[in-house]
T-cell receptor, first 114, second 114 residues
């Protein structure tokens, strides 16, 4: 398996623009997580899905952030409109609740909002 | 709520010396504990995990950790540091072994000197 695949790896956008981050989880995994990493706040969970259903979105900063998982092999995290304080590395991770596996992380998307 | 505390944001050791990275946890349920490593510009990779079986857990790259309930600790050790061990290390806690969210510590940057 190729692991968790995130795209793009790097994104630079202007303040106010819409940004969409994409994630393909490991095949067969039924849990998907979006984390954000910053120097100030470390690694924080934004949202996670089980069987494509959002379970906990309490970490989503505000209404500008939204996440979807239309099927078991794809998820998006959207920021609209983006702000400079959204600059961070965004990680997607997947795991199998059924097989009780640990979380496997993607390489991350480094977002810079100017 | 679950949490982990990593003592020491930066640790420096000489090559060949013992590595000790500290992690203390807080959990109202029997915890599942993890150590992840992050190399520059990479995602997180699992080093080892404790899932209530053996209290001494061996991981990859010669690392191991011991779960001590009485001390609420899960410190990471390696007998002999190698230059390639230089990275950031994160301790994390969950209430299940898989499919549930991880709560991360703030990380410890390990520097290995000649």
């Amino acid at each position: 398996d190729a692991g968790v695949i995130q795209s793009p790896r790097h994104e630079v956008t202007e303040m106010g623009q819409e940004v969409t981050l994409r994630c393909k989880p490991i095949s067969g995994h039924n849990s998907l997580f979006w984390y954000r990493q910053t120097m100030m706040r470390g690694l924080e969970l934004l949202i996670y899905f089980n069987n494509n259903v959002p379970i906990d979105d309490s970490g989503m900063p505000e209404d500008r952030f939204s996440a979807k998982m239309p099927n078991a092999s794809f998820s998006t995290l959207k920021i609209q409109p983006s702000e400079p304080r959204d600059s961070a590395v965004y990680f997607c991770a997947s795991s199998s609740r059924t097989a009780n596996t640990e979380a496997f992380f993607g390489q991350g998307t480094r977002l810079t909002v100017v | 709520a679950q949490s982990v505390t990593q003592l020491g944001s930066h640790v420096s050791v000489s090559e060949g010396a013992l590595v000790l990275l500290r992690c203390n946890y807080s959990s109202s349920v029997p915890p599942y504990l993890f150590w992840y490593v992050q190399y520059p510009n990479q995602g997180l990779q699992l080093l080892l995990k404790y899932t209530s079986a053996a209290t001494l857990v061996k991981g990859i790259n010669g690392f191991e950790a011991e779960f001590k309930k009485s001390e609420t600790s899960f410190h990471l050790t390696k007998p002999s540091a190698h230059m390639s061990d230089a990275a950031e290390y994160f301790c994390a806690v969950s209430d299940t072994g898989g499919g549930n969210k991880l709560t991360f510590g703030t990380g410890t940057q390990l520097k290995v000197e000649l």
